[in-house]
């Protein structure tokens, strides 16, 4: 494929984004319960958690010095470069927030099967395909930024007990996501140069979808039966 048409078939799976999922529709209405919001919130943290490792998991197979610099940036993000910083400490105040104690939280009491097994899958993805593959699967970034903006408002309007100060992971979160929405495109473009790469690029966005798509359907399920 040109160029250009590449970028339109991995952009054309915008439509399988999770933004798309009806929980994710019921949380901006504001229809959640306090309930729902937490299973939400504890099971989300376990893909919050598992982000470095994938991330390291790239790196480890990565043989391009170059690249491997630029995919540190994001271990670093979540994991931050002290206790008490970065990503994953964000994602822990917002589940204060909501009303879970930071110990349940820790040690995934709620975490559901299937939120479990998606995101163990992505990992898997990202220690045995080849790096890029593993890099194309992070292109949701692509889509994830006009989500975040929207989720932050809708949240403050319609969730009365969330501050907007709980809401700093996301907020952080809009302006680095672009950017290295940019980053990833540019590098799955420059390394994905035959026909057979670009499909297996799609391929695997086309499969972080699913993942994504399984974890809510299963937060779904387990906040119904909690």
Same mark, same amino acid.
């Given at each position: ?10 952009? #054309?799976? !915008? ?13 901006? =209405?504001? #229809? ?61 105040? /917002?589940? !204060? ?8 939280? /820790?040690?995934?009491?709620?975490? =559901? ?12 993805? +990202? ?48 302006? +680095? ?8 495109? =540019? ?15 799609? =391929?695997?966005? !086309? ?20």
């Amino acid at each position: 494929m040109t160029e250009q048409a590449f970028v339109a078939e991995l952009k #054309e799976l !915008s439509h399988r984004y999770w933004g798309a999922h009806p929980f994710h529709h019921r949380m901006h =209405a504001g #229809e959640l319960t306090e309930n729902e919001l937490r299973i939400w919130a504890a099971n989300r943290w376990y893909y919050q958690r598992m982000l470095p490792q994938k991330d390291a998991a790239i790196i480890s197979n990565c043989p391009l010095p170059e690249v491997r610099r630029q995919w540190l940036d994001r271990i670093v993000y979540h994991d931050g470069r002290a206790e008490g910083e970065g990503g994953a400490e964000r994602w822990l105040r /917002l589940c !204060s927030a909501v009303g879970l104690d930071r110990g349940e939280v /820790l040690d995934e009491r709620h975490v =559901a099967a299937g939120v479990r097994f998606a995101v163990d899958a992505y990992v898997n993805f +990202a220690r045995t395909k080849p790096w890029v593959e593993a890099v194309a699967s992070g292109l949701t970034e692509m889509f994830s930024g006009h989500l975040m903006r929207r989720r932050v408002g809708d949240m403050l309007a319609r969730y009365e007990w969330i501050r907007s100060e709980d809401l700093a992971y996301f907020t952080n979160r809009i302006d +680095a996501v672009s950017g290295e929405g940019e980053e990833t495109l =540019a590098i799955v473009v420059a390394h994905c140069v035959t026909r057979e790469q670009q499909e297996a690029a799609v =391929a695997a966005l !086309s499969f972080k979808c699913d993942v994504l798509w399984s974890m809510l359907t299963a937060i779904e399920h387990a906040a119904g039966k909690a």
